[in-house]
């Protein structure tokens, strides 16, 4: 189950206030630790949709941990697996019964030090000779960051071979008109 918020306008201190009291006191301590309204906002609606998505579950106590990595795991319901992930231009949120990683991430520019540091000669190349190397460039920095989400290591492991491996399933979608592009790493294995 995947959820997408791409509203910006709603990214507003009296939104932030409106969620304040419909999240439990941890969230609402998290989400009060970033300094700028959107993380704040971006905290807070991740959470609500997280909760949306399992509602229709009967889940509704929410206690979250994470693991070394900082990956997030639900405490009393850890037969379900998600995954949360926001950038400037959307919120997204993925739950699956088996591991599952989610990346978002707004179109921008990847200089040649950060395009050859993650991504392999291959993946450059690609890259490199696209047609909008901004959205090829995000396309493949949101599916390594997914997958590296699904294993729980997040981008501590080597971004160059991070889609060097079995045991997923990626999906990516593209929304050109909101400038951005999300993929799902979704575990082929329970």
Known sequence: MVSIFDDM????????????????????????????LFGQFACLKSWLMLKELLAPLGIQDLKMDYNEHGKPFLVNHTELHFNLSHCKNGIAVVVDFSPVGIDIESFRKGNLALIKRTMNTVET?????????????????????AVLKLRGTGIVDDMRHALNGEGYRLETHINREKRYAYSIAFSQFP
């Open 125 to 145: 190349e690609w890259i490199l000779s696209s047609s909008d190397p901004i959205e090829t460039f995000t396309q493949y920095w949101t599916k390594k960051e």
């Open 9 to 36: 306008t709603q990214v507003t201190e009296a939104e932030v206030q409106r969620m304040l009291p419909l999240v439990d006191g941890q969230r609402r301590d998290e989400a009060l630790r970033y300094k700028h």
